[in-house]
Every structure is written in C-alpha cells, then in structure tokens.
DNA sequence: CCAAAGATGCGCT
DNA sequence: GCGCATCTTTGGG
C-alpha cells in the first residue's frame, strides 16, 4: 500500500524536510514500471544564504524555490538534471543528492533493470545498482526525471510522488554542504546523509580522515539538529 | 547568436 | 585529490 507523503510534510523548515526524507522513496512511472530509489543524502538551502539559487533573485526558471512547499523545482547543470523539493517559506528548499534503488513490491527487478538501461556508464554498460542514484543528477538520469516534464510541477499519484515506506534511519550524518565556493557561505551544515549508506553518498562524509565534530555530526532519533537551531 | 557558467561526474594519479 | 568533459540555460552583444 502505497504512502504518499502529505503537502504537510514539506511545509515545514527545510533542514527538517531534508533530514526527515532521508529513508523515504521516490517513485516515478514510466510506463508500467515505477521506478523508485530511497532518499540517502539530501540538502537544504536557503533564501538568505548565498550558495542557493533562490538567493539569485526571482526568476521564471526559479519560480518553483518560491511557491508552497512540496513544489518540484529542478533545474540543469553540467551536463545534468537535479531535483529539489521547495520547503516552508519562500526560496527555501532541499536538493536530492543521492539515492539507492529501492525494490518492492510496486518497483521489481524489472524497474530496477530499466533504471539501469536509463543510466548507462561513459561506456554505454550497466553501473552496479550502489552507484546508480549515487548523484543528484545520476539519481535524476536514473529515473528519467527530467527539467521541461517536472519543473514547478506537484507530485501527482499517477506519476511521481515520494512513498513513506517507514524505513528506519537511526543515525543521521549532518555536514556542510558540497560545491558550494568560498563566500557563499560554504561552512553552513546544511548536508544530511543517512549514516548506513555513507558510503555510497556523492562523497562519503565517514571517508578516512573526517572527523566527528569536526567535519561532521551524528544525530540519532529524537535528536534536535546541530547546532540546535530548528529555525 | 555565442560565450561562459554551473548546488557535477569520471578517470587517472 | 585534481583535471577535464559535460551540455543546457542564461545573459550580454
């Protein structure tokens, strides 16, 4: 029985959202197949901080950061598509960094296979399922997600929407966020990934050398987010 | 119309 | 860890 998030779950402060998807499902239809792929690492971005997009000013193309939370706004970026879902309050939203197929009753084995026809290696062959979603834009290839169908588009039960599947994620990695240039205020700890698939994350936040309280924080359930601002 | 950027990904060291 | 390919969108001429 499909559990489709309510509008209520992103109207809500967008590093919540971004720490509550982790563990929840994305389905997408393509034809008779859903393909679907769990949340593992998300991001939250901000009007007021200056690596968002929102933070560019309005704009036709960014109209989706500013409308109701649970708005879709994806946009195109080297070479690839990428997902966010807008939050509570204009320009704030969360990007999907990364996925990991998902496979149930609803999205079998012949979804997961189209998922792999959707997103070939640089060498035209199949990628192993840990690194098909392992990107915003490879999750996005992954599940034909694509900027002209769904930019400012709302879920729709038909064709897309995020599944409550009521996985389980006991520890929560909170980090900064990647790519962000100096400036544009790059320290803000705005990445969540879910602590037992950190390594297949765009980039492992646990990799040798990172350091907790330093380089990252380990909430568990119940915990307020570091540094404790619920905004 | 064209140049350049962009919330990246890959391959090699 | 770093260079380079990526390719649509964007904005200036």
Not at 15 to 20: D, E, F, L, S
Not at 68 to 78: S, V
Not at 180 to 185: F, K, M, Q
Not at 202 to 212: A, D, H, I, Y
Request: proline share 6%; aromatic share 10%.
């Amino acid at each position: 029985m499909p559990s489709p998030l309510p509008d209520a779950f992103f109207d809500r402060d967008a590093q919540c959202v971004a720490r509550a998807l982790l563990g929840k499902v994305i389905r997408h239809r393509q034809g008779s197949l859903w393909l679907a792929a769990r949340i593992i690492e998300t991001e939250a971005y901000y009007l007021a901080d200056k690596g968002s997009h929102a933070s560019l000013g309005y704009t036709e193309k960014r109209k989706a950061l500013f409308l109701d939370g649970g708005h879709i706004y994806m946009y195109y970026a080297r070479g690839g598509d990428s997902l966010n879902f807008s939050a509570h309050g204009p320009g704030n939203a969360v990007l999907i960094k990364a996925g990991f197929p998902w496979v149930d009753a609803l999205s079998d084995a012949n979804a997961l296979a189209q998922m792999q026809l959707n997103n070939p290696d640089a060498q035209g062959k199949p990628r192993a399922p840990e690194r098909l979603c392992a990107g915003q834009t490879l999750l996005c290839r992954a599940l034909g997600l694509k900027v002209p169908r769904w930019d400012a588009q709302r879920f729709d039960l038909d064709h897309l929407y995020v599944d409550d599947c009521d996985i389980a994620v006991p520890r929560v990695i909170q980090a900064a966020r990647l790519g962000i240039p100096s400036g544009r205020d790059e320290h803000l700890p705005y990445r969540f990934a879910d602590a037992e698939y950190a390594r297949h994350c765009t980039r492992n936040p646990l990799r040798r050398g990172q350091v907790e309280g330093r380089d990252y924080h380990i909430l568990t359930e119940g915990m307020p987010l570091w540094p404790g601002s619920t905004a």
